[in-house]
Structures are given as structure tokens and as C-alpha cells.
């Protein structure tokens, strides 16, 4: 099996706050919800970089597809990390991920591994790492 | 904020039982542990695509580093799928996963998409997809 993963699924309980978190909060293009409620197909997708992309998907749904449990609403077992190119670009995301309705769990500060970040949980819970690291280069937003 | 993620961490119950699944099991390089239990550092990572890794991480470490709580074992609110070229390399992945300690939740099946896909879940209850999909080229391994 390669390393690769293609896409990465959240599960959510409401997914038009959902999609209005990531796209109008936090700008990220998407066509916005496709699929079905009813057929439990409803979904939302977002581009990341070439090769993956981001999914929202019902909690219910979710379980109900994959066969697994669902978690309790605001816990996670994942943490996903979003490299910054400059350390002070950390501040500028997580205040735009506040404005957009974000729980702050950390404010920005150094690291034990000699960088800056910050936490964030989307509205499902799901926390996001907000990171400058001096030995991971990123392409300049 | 730009559409990117640069590490999916997941919560682990056990450090090196992750590790050999990964590294052993599916196959994907590693240096293996770094970091350091005591400091609630250890983590192992795994290169995915250019730009993106994989994380292994105690649970309770990352719900520390965080600020969010734990939900339980074997539970997950993330589905990470991982898309294959061609159609009969889904059994294949899914029978190496299997091997490796995999637990199957669903047999590939042909999906309503149009695509063909399975399920498994890793020692900690992360569930992978394993999917074709005809209108995802992947490039082939």
C-alpha cells in the first residue's frame, strides 16, 4: 500500500455550518453541498493541495457508511496540522479562523521543537494545529 | 488561510503497536519513534504525498498538547480514504491490510458512485477507505 491518502473525511453534526466554516470563514473554494440527506449522501468537498481533499460529512452518515462508532460531538481522535510559511502568519490564521467562529484552545506561542503554533477546533470539534516550523519551507500564500 | 493541511495526526493507544502496523504491515517508511515518552513528545511520521505526513501520537499526549478531550478508544470522527489506480488493487490493499492486523468493516463492494471501495480500521479504530473511483486517476504504483 502506498503512502498516500486521497481524502480526508470529517464527520459533522450540521453540515451547512460546516460548509460555511471552511468556505466563507476560512475562504476555501468548494461547490458547496452535493449529493442527498435523504440517501445519506449529502457531502461537501473542498481541494487541498494536488492529490487530497477535504470532506464533510454527516456524524450519522459517516457511522452508518464506514460501520464504525461515532465518537461523542466535540471530541476527536485526529489532529490536522496547517503549515505557515512565516512565523507571524500563524496570529493572522488563527485570528481568521476566531473571526469565522473558531473555539481558540491555544493562542499562538513558541514550541519545545522551535517553532510557533496555535490550536483551533472547527465547530465540530475537529482540532486544527496552526504551525511555523523553521525546518518545514512553505510556499509563500 | 489557504486550503492545505501539512500533518493528519492520530491518537494511539499504543506508540509502537501503530508504528508496526504502518511501518511493518502496510508498508510505509518511517524513522520510526522520535521524540520522548517522559516529555510526552514521542510521535512517529510517515511521508505521505509531498507536503503532507502522517503522525502517530499517544492519545493522551494529544489531548494534553491540544486542550481537547479524548473520545474513546476505537472510535473515530475522521475518515481517511486512500484511492487506488485500478479497480482489483482495492482487494489487494485490503488483504495486505488484513495481514498486517486490520480489522475489515466492509468487504470492497461496488459503490454508488460508480466507483468500488472498502473499509478497514487500524489498531486505535481509524478507519481507512480503500477506493476506485473512475473519475479519480491515481497514478498507477
Redesign the interface.
Known amino acids: 500500500?502506498?503512502?498516500?491518502?486521497?481524502?480526508?473525511?470529517?464527520?459533522v453534526d450540521d453540515l451547512a455550518r460546516a460548509v460555511a466554516f471552511y468556505r466563507d470563514g476560512?475562504?476555501?473554494?468548494t461547490r458547496g453541498i452535493v449529493g442527498s440527506a435523504e440517501?445519506h449522501?449529502a457531502a461537501a468537498f473542498?481541494?487541498?493541495?494536488p492529490?487530497?481533499q477535504?470532506a464533510l460529512?454527516p456524524?450519522a452518515s459517516?457511522a452508518l457508511e464506514?460501520?464504525?462508532?461515532?465518537?461523542?460531538s466535540?471530541?476527536?481522535?485526529?489532529?490536522?496540522?496547517?503549515?505557515v510559511a512565516r512565523r507571524e502568519q500563524v496570529a493572522e490564521?488563527m485570528a481568521?479562523?476566531a473571526a469565522a467562529g473558531a473555539r481558540i484552545?491555544?493562542a499562538p506561542r513558541d514550541t519545545?521543537?522551535g517553532g510557533h503554533a496555535g490550536?483551533f477546533?472547527d465547530p465540530?470539534?475537529?482540532?486544527w494545529?496552526v504551525?511555523w516550523n523553521p525546518k518545514?519551507p512553505?510556499e509563500d500564500?
Open positions: 500500500m502506498k503512502p498516500r491518502i486521497s481524502v480526508l473525511t470529517l464527520g476560512l475562504g476555501w473554494p440517501q449522501s473542498f481541494a487541498l493541495q492529490g487530497i477535504l460529512f456524524r459517516l464506514v460501520g464504525v462508532a461515532e465518537p461523542p466535540g471530541t476527536s481522535g485526529c489532529l490536522l496540522s496547517h503549515n490564521v481568521q479562523a484552545l491555544r519545545a521543537w490550536y477546533q465540530d470539534g475537529h482540532p494545529e504551525a518545514w512553505v500564500d
